[in-house]
């Protein structure tokens, strides 16, 4: 029994000794295209500046033309990245928030036009939210509706660390926001809201009677084949081969891995930049959603009310009539962004010219990788 249990040790250390010798770079193509070469080179001088470490890949026309998955998964075994490391997507899942929304519209479930008060109307809460508030509102952004810095100073402190271990159930956490003083009146003014989106997954699970996971599975990931996109609106859960987050402290010029935060109400969605660039591709193709569901999600809602931000449902919106400082790439071509952030996980999906040129990257070693930066470069690079 010994000697079996010594063997398993050995075979273990191994695999371990194994794992780290070898190249922490996986590539899936070799390098003749002069674009990818100067774009291989980027991501690989990023990477041994630690200013990024993860997964990347880029799409021409529905075909990779690169792939790199560089860099460490968990730097305390050091275990390399591979293909099919989860990363926190961070706030790229309002894109797919959205589409749920507009599947269960398809569905005839909702109307765009629904009213907040409505849809929660089964809740009790002390607070309020104001009567005109609908659907369009909260996924363009423009419904009033606070975000972070709307909470007290104590739930502020520490990165918002003790707001993003609370737990709440949904009538609690309904309640919470009720209680937040609002930022305008719908239809009037761009404001950046997570809240509002996570009052839409509490929706979409009241729609659909079952947990956003479900959901999300059964209505999104499994008719796209996303097979490594998973959610969970519990935090005790397992996410296999989820790549650890890690930020780092310039101070003691060391790595320090994120510490533990919930936020499952805002329906946490892991995935590979293999599946968001499949993601991506389905917002040019109808077949998941309609093609009049597809133009709503990448019409600019904002043009009465903004110069400056060009925003759909859960993706920011660029062509020649509508610009935007936020996500703005600097290209005439039209394209559709988003980025994510949350806790040493970034996160940037692009569909250029109607997936002309997908990009799509996620890294875990946040405050050291500036994605729209890297995302611009890698652009500029494709069309130049």
Request: charged share 25%; glycine share 6%.
């Amino acid at each position: 029994m010994i000697k079996n249990k010594n063997l398993l040790i050995l075979l273990f250390v191994g695999f371990i000794l194994l794992s780290c010798s070898q190249n922490k770079t996986e590539k899936t193509q070799s390098i003749t295209d002069p674009r990818i070469k100067e774009i291989d080179s980027v991501i690989i001088a990023r990477n041994k500046q630690d200013l990024f470490q993860g997964q990347i890949v880029i799409t021409e026309n529905g075909n990779v033309i690169y792939e790199n998955n560089i860099g460490l998964a968990d730097r305390s075994w050091n275990i390399p990245v591979d293909g099919t490391a989860k990363y926190d997507i961070a706030s790229i899942n309002k894109s797919m928030i959205s589409a749920l929304i507009m599947k269960a519209v398809e569905q005839e479930k909702l109307s765009l036009n629904d009213k907040l008060i409505d849809l929660l109307k089964d809740y009790k809460y002390e607070g309020s939210f104001h009567p005109d508030i609908s659907l369009h509102h909260m996924m363009s952004h423009n419904a009033g509706l606070p975000d972070y810095d709307g909470v007290s100073e104590e739930l502020r402190m520490n990165g918002f660390l003790k707001l993003k271990r609370s737990r709440f159930t949904n009538t609690e956490y309904v309640d919470f926001i009720s209680k937040l003083k609002p930022i305008a009146n719908p239809g009037k003014q761009f404001y950046y809201s997570n809240f509002a989106y996570h009052l839409l997954a509490i929706i979409i699970e009241d729609t659909y009677g079952q947990a956003f996971a479900d959901v999300l599975y059964e209505n999104l990931t499994k008719p796209l084949g996303l097979k490594n996109t998973v959610a969970t609106s519990r935090n005790e859960k397992i996410i296999k081969k989820l790549a650890d987050a890690y930020q780092f402290n310039e101070a003691t010029n060391q790595w320090e891995e994120t510490p533990f935060i919930d936020l499952s109400l805002g329906r946490r969605i892991f995935s590979t930049a293999s599946d968001l660039n499949r993601w991506a591709l389905s917002m040019s193709n109808p077949g998941y959603l309609s093609e009049s569901s597809l133009k709503i999600i990448k019409t600019n809602h904002l043009k009465d009310i903004s110069n400056s931000v060009s925003y759909g449902y859960g993706w920011v919106t660029v062509n020649k009539e509508n610009k935007s400082q936020f996500g703005d790439l600097g290209i005439e071509k039209p394209y559709i962004i988003h980025g994510g952030s949350t806790d040493g996980y970034r996160s940037l999906l692009i569909s250029i010219n109607e997936g002309e040129f997908v990009i799509s990257f996620l890294s875990n070693v946040g405050n050291r990788t500036d994605e729209l930066n890297l995302g611009k470069i890698i652009t500029h690079i494709l069309i130049k």
